[in-house]
């Protein structure tokens, strides 16, 4: 069996104006606005070059050491201080230094320091639809999984580091705006995995001269082309605002959704990303639902690291979930159908309704937050902000011990693969009885700290009248 293959075939879509889809789940009718599945295509055959004649260049100047240090993490070279320490002397080098610390003039601080505020205020909903909907969900993407595979960065055993790595990346894109701001960390960041992205297609394309067959360009595009770098932007941006955000009840204003697109068109500019199809909230939805038509038709290595990701999230911090509720939520953010072509363990409705109750949770802190005081809110966004930076960085909390660098380190070679990891699906009952006790009491307090918030007994009294009892009359008769 071929594992690059799509499990099931897929004619070219009819893309006349007014024809109604469905693509992951997502219904939306076709427009004159939605790029050709033809032109789309064409993107699979581009991609960084500026940054793959930079890398030659670093080497050039600064040449890797023996498997450029993968014995010794200290002797990698660090490929954005030779990019800035050269940029002056070296005209390629010039050329990348000066692109990404030249700012377009479509970028508007105050409007990306909104789209930052937003993933304060959503940041479960936020969190959970990057990890289950983009990231896990994104592997149905087949042909992108194939340079994943290659890379080994899906691995059973490696996957929760890599995972870390990519929340330390987003963490600090939306930090604060001196962050993403040239020269701020996640502006560094941004172009140490720019480069990181050059090493890995350049790897894979001269194994692919030594060997021929081994990563079929023609069929799955140059790896990390642009089509794929637009379809992760969007993965980030897009797919949240129209499909994993809408799924756990959260829909953004126009004006909010310009601001979450404006964050990452600047992120994906940096990221050497075309980003035009960023500028409106329709060209960007259109762009991802052609996208999305064009790419998502799962494999059986897409299956793989889908597993792979939920393996390695098993009874990991912060969610600490068994695999079942991990599956749950995977089935609740991507849809029954997408779920089970991704080959997810079906949960039962235990889980199911765990996941759901998780959901409750979210929304009771994210509609609470509009009517917090400032302080409070500055102080929520800080707690999420250090919490996130632990949890990446605290090796006690689960994390790497350290702050990511973005270094190459799942080098692809020739005859490697990513196979998929073993489980255990099984969830005890004991675990089920302590789970359940914890989510009454976890919805009985949400109920009353929310009621301190949210004038729940008004707007009940204002529906229902006189049948409505107020709640110290009950905790009263309950204790
Ligand atoms: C512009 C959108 C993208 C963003 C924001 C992004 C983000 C990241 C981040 C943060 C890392 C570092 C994680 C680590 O070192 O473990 C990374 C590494 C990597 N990315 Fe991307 N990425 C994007 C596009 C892509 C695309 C389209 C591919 C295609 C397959 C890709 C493949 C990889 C690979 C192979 C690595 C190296 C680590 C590994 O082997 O898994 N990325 N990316």
Redesign the pocket.
Known sequence: MDKSQPLSSTAMPDQESGTIARVCGHDFIWTHQHPRIKDVEKMLYTYDELAMEALDRIDAISPPGPKDGRKCPMSQRDLYALLEEHSQSDEVLGKLWNEVNTVPDWVDWEQISRGQRLVYRYHGQMLLGLLFNSLLGGMAAWR?VE??SR????GVQVTR??LL??S???LEVVEDLDSVKPGGKGFV??VR?RL??ST?RRRIMELERQKQGYYDTRTWGV???DL??V???GA?SAALVWMSLPRQGVYLSEEETADYLALWRW??YI?G?PVDWMATPASAKAMMESVITSEMNPSRNSQVIANNILTAEMGAPPLNAPRPLLAALAYRLNGHEMASALGIDRPNAWYRGRAWVLGLILTFMSSSYPFLPEWWQRSRDRKFIKFGHDMVTNHKMGGLGHS?R?????TPALGKTTEMGAFDSAGSWQRAVVATVGIVLGVAVAALVSSLFYPWHEIAVQRMGGMVVPAEQVLGKLF
């Open positions: 992108v340079t994943l890379t080994g960065g899906f580091r890599r790595e990519t330390q990346h987003f960041s941004s995995v990181l992205h890995v790896p990390i082309n794929h770098q379809g992760t932007i980030y992120v994906g990221m990303t990511a973005f270094e190459f380190q799942y």
